[in-house]
């Protein structure tokens, strides 16, 4: 009840760092999307390069958070805020969407591959209509686990004058405010699992085989 009536006294600033909350999320993973996708069929068509490109993501997301989150709010064109909370996930999103997209295109049998060259379709085709429509599920997983993690992950920018839901958790620490914690808590937890339950839903719709 305590955690209710907090939530009723406090709503206008409980909606607004949700929103602000939602809103980073679905920012860096517009750009992480398009940006890491990309990569991933880039270096599964350029085994060269795939080696140091995995490696380079898995150092990334090894950088503590807060270090990260750090290092760009030093840089002068980024500072406080949200270009460099933004900046710092869009970096940690590269290790899980890279790797599936790479290992999703690279799992796809080899022989329809080949039964694709047979019927005389160029490289591109192969990509567009048999490589990525099979690799969808590994691809999602990796963008399931992301939301999640990215989810999470925002409410530590609140330490470099983020306003979202980090706020709360972070004051409802200093103050031993349990209802502040737990309203946190809770919001985040939600956006995790509605934005992966959507998720979801778009991966059986666009999932071969799957209904």
């Known amino acids: 009840m305590q955690v209710i009536r907090f939530i009723i006294s406090n ?3 409980i909606l607004e760092y949700t929103l602000n909350h939602f809103s980073l999320v679905i920012t860096v993973m517009l750009f992480s999307l398009v940006l890491w996708f990309l990569t991933g069929l880039l270096i599964s068509r350029y085994q060269r390069i795939a080696e140091p490109v995995l490696s380079f993501s898995n150092i990334l997301f090894c950088i503590p958070s807060i270090s990260l989150y750090g290092l760009f709010m030093t840089l002068p064109q980024l500072g406080l805020g949200r270009r460099s909370a933004a900046l710092a996930l869009i970096m940690y999103a590269m290790m899980p969407l ?3 997209v790479y290992r999703g295109v690279k799992s796809v049998d080899p022989w329809v591959i080949e039964a694709g060259r047979g019927m005389g379709m160029s490289w591109r085709q192969i990509l567009l209509e ?8 590994v691809v999602f997983a ?18 470099i004058g983020e306003r979202n839901l980090g706020r709360l958790i972070q004051h409802g620490i ?6 502040m914690i737990i309203t946190g808590a809770v919001i985040v937890s939600i956006i995790a699992v509605l934005l992966d339950y959507i ?3 778009l991966e059986k719709r666009l999932t071969p085989g799957r209904v």
């Open 98 to 100: 890279v790797r599936n």
């Open 130 to 137: 048999i490589q990525i429509p099979l690799a969808l599920p």
């Open 11 to 13: 709503q206008q600033r």
């Open 199 to 201: 998720l979801g839903l």
């Open 174 to 179: 200093a103050r031993s405010d349990y209802n």
């Open 142 to 159: 990796g963008i399931r686990v992301t939301v999640v993690l990215i989810t999470g992950m925002a409410t530590v920018a609140t330490y």
